[in-house]
């Protein structure tokens, strides 16, 4: 059973720093994307980022760009989306997505709140 468990969301004050993690499983890790998305309220769900199979390349929106950096950890099978300088517009829960077979897989997301 393919699982996607997200960690690592709280609330902080603008200008600093989280860590998110989402745990993989069930699935070769390496085979596939990774992805992070979020949704603030009263939006639709954005695409934030992706860790391209076997870590290829990684990409950014540009909302984020120069302050998120993902990366992935093979062997502990867990990707990572290092925030910093947030904003409060980057309040929403973040989710991990994969997609097998095209299909897609989502964590149950992290809440993230940036005060002002």
């Known amino acids: 059973e393919v699982q996607l468990v997200e960690s690592g969301g709280g609330l902080v004050q603008a200008g600093g720093s989280l860590r998110l993690s989402c745990a993989a499983s069930?699935?070769?890790?390496?085979?596939?994307?990774k992805a992070w998305f979020r949704q603030a309220p009263g939006k639709e769900r954005e695409w934030v980022s992706c860790?391209?199979?076997?870590?290829?390349?990684?990409l950014y929106a540009d909302s984020v760009q120069g302050r998120f950096t993902a990366s992935s950890d093979s062997a502990k099978k867990t990707v990572y989306l290092q925030m910093n300088s947030l904003k409060p517009e980057d309040t929403a829960v973040y989710y991990c997505?994969?997609?097998?077979?095209?299909?897609?897989?989502w964590g149950q997301g992290t809440q993230v709140t940036v005060s002002s």
């Open positions: 997505n994969s997609k097998l077979f095209g299909r897609d897989y």
């Open positions: 069930g699935f070769t890790f390496d085979d596939y994307d």
């Open positions: 860790i391209t199979r076997r870590g290829g390349s990684i």
